[in-house]
């Protein structure tokens, strides 16, 4: 039975990590942690935070995930999306959910992710 997810595995182009650290770590808060080896030989990187962690694996050729996406609970998620407009990344609101704030964002690598507010 699944008690649980350990992780969120995106894709990325190879030589993508700084943009991925960027973006994980500098905008979205995630802690960039080292990937074991024999797994770091094949480029990418890993991030965590409290309850999350996400991969990001080479893949090539490298296609995007543009309806396939993570959604993550976000605790401060007005000062999130604010941090996200600074940096240049485009927020789209979604009211689909009645009375579910959340929003959707695109990765450094076009990977769509879905935000969504852990306050009421």
């Known amino acids: 039975m699944l008690i649980g997810i350990d992780h969120v595995q995106l894709a990325m182009p190879a030589g993508g990590e ?10 979205l ?31 090539a050729p490298f296609a995007p995930a543009r309806k396939a996406h993570p959604a993550f609970l976000v605790r401060n998620y007005d000062g999130l999306l604010s941090a996200l407009r600074a940096s240049g990344t485009e927020v789209r609101p979604d009211d689909a959910l009645p009375g579910v704030r959340r929003c959707h964002v695109d990765d450094p690598f076009g990977n769509r992710l879905e935000l969504i507010a852990a306050e009421p």
């Open 18 to 27: 700084d943009r991925a650290e960027a973006f994980y770590a500098g905008v």
């Open 29 to 59: 808060g995630l802690s960039r942690v080292p990937k074991p080896e024999p797994l770091a030989s094949r480029g990418g990187c890993w991030f965590q935070g409290p309850s999350v962690e996400v991969h990001l694996g080479v893949e």
